[in-house]
């Protein structure tokens, strides 16, 4: 058995967490302090247009994430619980709703600093501006709401209606309205039209990235691409995002090049579905013990529509509603054939999430249709993102191995 | 389990037709399907039935079964919302085999990817779906306009039917008139014991939202014309409000009402918020209809929730409640999200409320029961 040995790891991942997380919360107090506007945000929300009016985008699923890496979000969900919220909503969202009644000195990074203004789209999920309409009414603040059509037909950005990408841009022109109402200035064209260059660049790097993961054997794992993804997320169209995927790219390429594998002796190549059991990273070095590999994420997938600074709000219509929580799972079967094919895996594995429609419907047809049209074997795993309370870690492993098994009879029969 | 009688109400002969019709209304639709007409499911009270109407097709909504979901549990994981998942398991045990056509549109999260289901395990002839913008912007009604132009295209060109704007005005004429008598009805719970309960008024609804809306506004003008020389009215109790998403059986009514409850108003889409707006009854019917659907009584999934809580105040107000209990079906996100607000609504118009969530299998139900029954208890200590 092959243990990741710490010098495998990449370089440019080490020490993430304290380097560009850790600061990154840093500069958010700080920005609030110094009296500039902060945002806490949604994902699939454009945070380009925010970048562009200079106001500090927050994540709270972020966060949560970082509390369940920091083995607090279950408390934190307990005291969004005991406010009168379902255990079976979101836990990211109970997190960050928990974070709210606890002392700053408590929280992980001092918690998020408040919000001057909130943002959530329609593009991921209900759950979004439910749970922000929350945390508007506590403390006060507007939530603006991208509000977009549901791509049913799974179109990607080259194949989206069109009246579905001009409701989008009508919206953005709100948004636009609104932003210049509460900030005071006028949106600079060219600032935006810079920072949709950025974070086109941003996505670009990132696909090169991916591209190399597709080597045999494969150079990055899931666990440095859910850590890496963190600026394709959050500030993607900044110049810091550009220069950390320049210097990962190059390390990345370089490893390829030398074919010198994550792991030493890699066996079973694997899709990854949804996200990641935050609280328990190590899951993928578990993975790793058992000759596993994790060489791409759906999720490392959904973030990196290009972009035109020429148009930039149609080209923002164009990278997020194709996001596949937004489509009908035709897209996201899609997606998944395509990874297995171009990375050459033997496997998917498919997490459903307590807290989540989105992540835990369709996962079977997923399992039906990838079985049929590749023959590739995938194990469905009922998991949470930051709540291990409805986590049997027993129990999941034991089916990871038994699926591992089916992966290794296959390729000896084959 | 539906065949139970209520306890303690007689069936008079005005009301049991409303039952009846809700016991057979897969039968009530394979006749209609006899008579030649079509017959098309939706699944979201935004979904413009005029439309359908208009284009001789009889809309039902798609209920689901009182039964474990056995069938589609070998799809769905645990933690979905059981009452969609109840309406997939009726469509593949066959209970829908009737239908022409299936109209989904993008309500909820649970519903819009268990659309993904009905695409690729359910044989139905027809499928579409209506994108529903979530919050009401001048921008957002143009576009649900044009999803309205869409969807009457798309029956158009299926059913080889021309939808006219006479059909249409008849359809919105013959919808108006029954979302007023429904009014009426429900009027008849200010009365003081009500006159008709809730049981009873949930399944006179109910009835309605899975039959001929000509059929049940005779029924209805029948009843009301009867109703007030009632000699089994409903015993009262202490005077109910109920919320939640959907409630299409009456078994959880019937248990409120037999320990000391009398649900005299609801805030649900198979009930209030289902019938009480009317369409403009002038200018373009197309534009009239999309205008309605999107600006109704909020449910949960849309954004503007003051305006959706404003309406469960009214209601308390209106129909005099005592007390509250919302029912919020397990795995349901906007509702789960919006409990604890609502609850403080209610609680600053001095209202006890009871928070529950439920299965749609009604599993866990003894254990509902006792804690209804201590709640009504409470709430009669307290008077």
Not at chain 1, 195 to 217: A, F, G, H, V
Not at chain 2, 221 to 236: C, F, K, T
Request: hydrophobic share 40%.
């Amino acid at each position: 058995m092959a243990e990741t040995k710490p010098e495998r790891r990449l370089q440019t991942l080490r020490g993430f967490y304290k380097k560009y997380v850790k600061k990154f919360y840093e500069d958010a107090h700080k920005t609030k302090a110094e009296g500039k506007p902060v945002a806490w945000v949604a994902s699939t929300f454009p945070v380009e247009m925010l970048l562009a009016m200079d106001i500090f985008p927050v994540w709270p699923e972020n966060y949560a994430s970082l509390c369940a890496a920091r083995q607090v979000s279950v408390k934190l969900c307990e005291v969004a619980e005991s406010k009168g919220f379902s255990k079976d909503i979101c836990s990211y969202a109970r997190c960050v709703i928990g974070s709210l009644f606890q002392k700053e000195a408590d929280l992980p990074e001092r918690g998020m600093p408040k919000p001057d203004f909130l943002f959530a789209s329609t593009c991921a999920c209900d759950t979004h501006f439910k749970w922000f309409q929350f945390v508007s009414r506590h403390f006060k603040v507007p939530l603006f709401l991208l509000d977009v059509p549901y791509n049913i037909s799974g179109a990607d950005s080259e194949h989206l209606e069109k009246a579905h990408i001009e409701f989008y841009v009508s919206r953005l022109e709100e948004l636009i309205e609104f932003l210049e109402k509460q900030i005071g200035t006028k949106l600079d064209k060219n600032r935006l039209r810079e920072i949709t260059d950025i974070s086109d660049r941003t996505s670009k790097l990132w696909m090169e990235i991916q591209d190399y993961r597709k080597t045999i054997p494969t150079p990055m794992d899931a666990r440095d691409a859910f850590s890496a993804v963190f600026f394709m997320l959050s500030i993607p169209g900044t110049q810091m995002a550009v220069d950390f995927y320049e210097k990962l790219r190059d390390e990345v390429r370089e490893r390829a090049e030398n074919k010198f594998g994550i792991i030493e002796n890699e066996k079973y190549r694997l899709i990854w579905d949804n996200l990641p059991l935050w609280f328990d990273l190590k899951f993928f070095e578990y993975l790793n013990s058992l000759d596993a590999v994790v060489v791409a994420e759906t999720f490392s997938h959904v973030w990196m529509g290009r972009l035109d600074p020429s148009k930039p709000l149609e080209s923002l219509a164009k990278k997020y509603l194709p996001n596949f929580a937004n489509c009908s799972v035709d897209r996201k079967i899609d997606l998944i054939e395509s990874l297995l094919r171009d990375f050459r895996a033997d496997g998917a594995i498919l997490p459903t999430n307590w807290g989540c429609r989105m992540m835990s419907i369709g996962e079977t047809i997923v399992k039906e249709k990838i079985d049929k049209s590749l023959g590739v074997p995938s194990l469905i795993i009922d998991v949470d993102s930051s709540d291990w309370r409805s986590y049997n870690e027993t129990q999941v492993k034991k089916n990871i191995e038994i699926f591992l098994q089916i992966l290794k009879e296959k390729k000896q029969e084959g | 389990m539906e065949t139970t009688p209520v306890e303690g109400v007689s069936a008079m002969s005005v009301l049991s037709p409303f039952r009846d019709l809700l016991l057979t209304r897969h039968d009530v639709a394979k006749g209609w399907k006899g008579k030649g007409k079509r017959v098309i499911g939706w699944s979201c009270s935004y979904t413009p039935e005029e439309l359908i109407h208009a284009a001789d097709a009889l809309p039902v909504m798609v209920f689901g079964n009182p039964e474990i979901t056995k069938l589609a549990d070998v799809h769905l994981p645990v933690n979905i919302c059981s009452f969609p998942r109840s309406c997939f398991d009726s469509a593949l045990k066959g209970d829908y085999n009737y239908l022409d056509g299936f109209v989904a549109s993008s309500s909820c999260d649970n519903r819009d990817k268990i659309f993904d289901m009905w695409r690729y395990h359910v044989k139905i002839p027809y499928l579409h779906f209506i994108n529903i913008p979530h919050m009401i912007t001048e921008r957002a009604n143009n576009f649900f306009y044009e999803e309205i132009l869409r969807f009457k295209a798309s029956l158009e060109k299926t059913f080889g039917r021309i939808v006219s704007d006479a059909a249409l005005k008849k359809a919105i004429q013959v919808y108006n008139e029954n979302r007023l008598l429904l009014k009426e009805v429900y009027d008849l719970r200010r009365k003081k014991p009500p006159l008709i309960s809730g049981v009873e008024a949930l399944e006179i609804v109910l009835s309605g939202i899975v039959t001929s809306k000509e059929e049940h506004n005779k029924l209805l003008n029948h009843l009301l014309a009867e109703v007030s020389d009632r000699a089994d009215p409903p015993e009262g109790g202490v005077r109910l409000l109920v919320s939640g998403s959907v409630m299409d059986n009456s078994e959880l009514l019937k248990i409120v009402e037999t320990v000391g409850g009398s649900v005299v108003v609801d805030d649900w889409c198979t009930g209030s918020r289902y019938f009480w707006d009317l369409v403009d009854s002038y200018g373009d019917p197309l534009r009239a209809i999309a205008k309605r659907y999107l600006n109704k009584i909020p449910s949960s999934f849309m954004f503007q929730s003051e305006e959706r809580f404003g309406h469960t105040v009214k209601m308390a107000k209106r129909f005099d409640v005592e007390a509250a209990i919302i029912f919020v079906l397990k795995f349901c996100d906007t509702h789960m999200f919006d409990a604890p607000q609502l609850m403080e609504e209610m609680k600053a118009m001095g209202l006890p409320v009871l928070y529950l969530e439920w299965e749609h299998s009604l599993s866990g139900l003894a254990q509902m029961k006792t804690r209804i029954e201590a709640f009504i208890e409470m709430v009669k200590g307290v008077e």
